[in-house]
């Protein structure tokens, strides 16, 4: 990529003393009972729960995929990594690489460019609900709250399901579903296992980095007789702030510094609650499993008494501030307004529709198209059905979302930290234009919950060419199309150089590389082949061959 050389100095500056961190990962099927209830999961090397991801700032990540799972197709994604000038590595299918087919390997690699707390996760196709994610630290050398914490703890928090993502997506986009309801859990896990100890000694500071690692539910989280001390969000760090208790939507991640109490001697019980708003509450839908508990111990004999909320009344995340302080920035080039609501097609399939069409798979990963389809890559025209929304090179863009949903979302963009300039309450109803009045420092993260009928407004600068996701990380929503995708920069992805490995795995997979989203490289503005409604029927990922020499071999099969 003809990425601009500041870039690139400020990355060989880091990289003096850095080293490069490898990993070689087979995905593989595991059967797992994390909650007693024994099912097949997605690991790593046979194992599961899955690997962390650990590095310092400046290293060079580098993880070497081999799919074995033998009947899916698979992709990781790094989440809150912004991938500068390596867009092809972010992982999302359809959109920066081709589903990686069974018995094939995939290079990821990257800069660990800026330091905080992370996690990965299969992008493809509703996949990771089945267990492929895992935490992502990437320490910082000059960390400015060093000298506040002793020792630092991980803290993940899932929503669990019993039955297989591909089962919950086939019930989920079914015309029986009648109301759209997303899949109940079955239960609540922390560190993907339930009723975990974490030793607590009086006059020691832990930090703690809290990860929601779920496919739908957002978490409130409450330490018992500790206040949280919030020093950063989705890798950000944050002036330090006292929290009570915070909402933790599914990707957002918060590390804070819990201060080991003096008074007693005992064990205090960390309480995740799952949230039930509007859109998983209605009487329709079957009463989950809420919480779970994990202790801070200083009396490991000692009795594990629950704690208990009485009102939860999360901290309003909108109003913490950065620690760079960086003011909000100048006004927009462009806005991107994502009026979403829940829609039906065709067929009586209840979906996510964004500005009144659910987003639809490309046949070409979007970036491709981007890179092969020359001056015809500035038109909206030849990416089809992924909402695309095209910047320039510097722009400062606004996106504005209107939730005309009753339930809460949290969005999700790839590619940027982008400032959150105003999140309003329920009921606010839409954005009001430009008259709107902002954060004057607003805080800085990837993934921001937007409130039922209501409103929020996010702003970065396009300095990383690529193609950019921005969804909601509700994973059920993401596969009933609420997603949209930033093209930023198309004339800087032009003949854009992909990694041989990646374009290997379209081969494998049996996928088309070039030309526009329905893969006419002739005329890129010929929509013919161009898909602009989901399929009736939901195959997740599934490994279905369709490389010609497949089809070949299989039709001679049928033959004989
Ligand atoms: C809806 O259809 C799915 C898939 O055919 C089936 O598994 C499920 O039981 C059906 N649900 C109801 C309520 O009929
Ligand atoms: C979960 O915890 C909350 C807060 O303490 C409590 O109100 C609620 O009753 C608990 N739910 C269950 C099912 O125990
Ligand atoms: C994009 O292509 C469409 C379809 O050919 C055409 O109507 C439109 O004018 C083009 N837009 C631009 C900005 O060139
Ligand atoms: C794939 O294999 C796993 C492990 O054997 C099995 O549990 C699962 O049902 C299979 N899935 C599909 C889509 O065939």
């Not at 690489?97 to 996760?121: K, M, R």
């Not at 760090?237 to 933790?248: G, H, M, P, T």
């Not at 490991?300 to 939860?312: K, L, M, S």
Request: aromatic residues 10%; glycine residues 6%; negative net charge.
């Amino acid at each position: 990529m003809r990425a601009p050389s500041f870039f690139l100095s400020g990355a060989l500056a880091t990289l003096a003393a850095a080293a490069t961190v490898e990993y070689d990962w087979d995905i593989t099927w595991v059967t797992a009972a994390p909650d007693g209830f024994s099912r097949p999961v997605i690991g790593v090397n046979n194992q599961w729960p899955c690997p962390q991801i650990r590095a310092t700032k400046g290293d060079t990540i580098r993880v070497k995929m081999t799919n074995s799972l033998g009947n899916q197709t698979t992709s990781l994604h790094f989440h809150g990594i912004n991938q500068v000038s390596t867009n092809f590595m972010d992982g999302p299918s359809l959109v920066t690489q081709c589903p990686v087919a069974p018995g094939d390997t995939f290079v990821y690699e990257f800069l660990a460019d800026e330091a905080g707390t992370y996690w990965w996760h299969s992008h493809n196709m509703g996949q990771y609900p089945d267990g492929l994610r895992g935490p992502m630290i990437i320490d910082d050398p000059e960390d400015p709250y060093k000298d506040e914490y002793d020792e630092e703890y991980i803290l993940t928090i899932s929503d669990w399901y019993h039955e297989q993502s591909l089962f919950l997506g086939q019930n989920l986009l079914n015309p029986n579903n009648t109301i759209g309801a997303p899949p109940a859990p079955n239960s609540v896990l922390i560190n993907d296992g339930q009723n975990l100890d974490y030793p607590l000694e009086v006059g020691k500071n832990y930090r703690f980095r809290i990860i929601n690692m779920g496919a739908s539910v957002s978490a409130m989280i409450h330490f018992d007789s500790h206040d949280m001390n919030v020093i950063m969000n989705d890798a950000a760090y944050l002036e330090k702030e006292i929290a009570y208790q915070l909402r933790v939507t599914p990707a957002q991640r918060y590390d804070v510094i819990i201060k080991g109490i003096e008074r007693d001697n005992r064990n205090f019980g960390v309480l995740v609650s799952l949230d039930r708003n509007r859109d998983y509450s209605t009487a329709a839908n079957p009463v989950w499993p809420q919480n779970a508990t994990a202790w801070l111990v200083m009396d490991p004999e000692g009795e594990r008494r629950p704690d208990v909320v009485d009102v939860w009344r999360p901290f309003d995340d909108s109003h913490f501030k950065p620690l760079d302080g960086k003011n909000i920035l100048p006004p927009p080039d462009k806005t991107l307004v994502f009026n979403f609501q829940p829609c039906r097609d065709k067929y009586g399939i209840n979906r996510q529709c964004v500005n009144g069409s659910p987003y639809v798979n490309p046949k070409v990963p979007t970036l491709y198209t981007a890179a092969t389809t020359g001056n015809f890559n500035s038109n909206e025209t030849v990416y089809g059905a992924v909402h695309p929304f095209i910047v320039e090179y510097g722009d400062i863009v606004d996106i504005v979302v209107n939730n005309h949903d009753g339930g809460i979302h949290p969005f999700h963009l790839h590619g940027h930290h982008f400032q959150v300039l105003a999140r309003h309450a329920t009921g606010r109803g839409d954005w009001p234009g430009e008259t709107d009045s902002y954060n004057p420092v607003p805080p800085q993260r990837d993934t921001v919950s937007v409130h039922p009928r209501s409103y929020a407004v996010f702003r970065f600068q396009a300095h990383n060419p690529g193609v950019y996701l921005f969804h909601c990380h509700v994973e059920w929503h993401v596969e009933m199309g609420l997603t949209a995708t930033i093209i930023e920069a198309p004339d800087m992805l032009r003949d854009l150089k992909i990694p041989k490995d990646h374009i290997k795995a379209c081969k494998k997979a049996g996928i088309p590389t070039k030309g526009n989203a329905g893969g006419n490289y002739k005329n890129p503005l010929d929509t013919s082949n161009i898909d602009y409604e989901p399929p009736a029927e939901y195959t997740g990922a599934q490994w279905t061959p369709t490389h010609p020499t497949c089809k070949r071999r299989s039709r001679v099969m049928r033959s004989l």
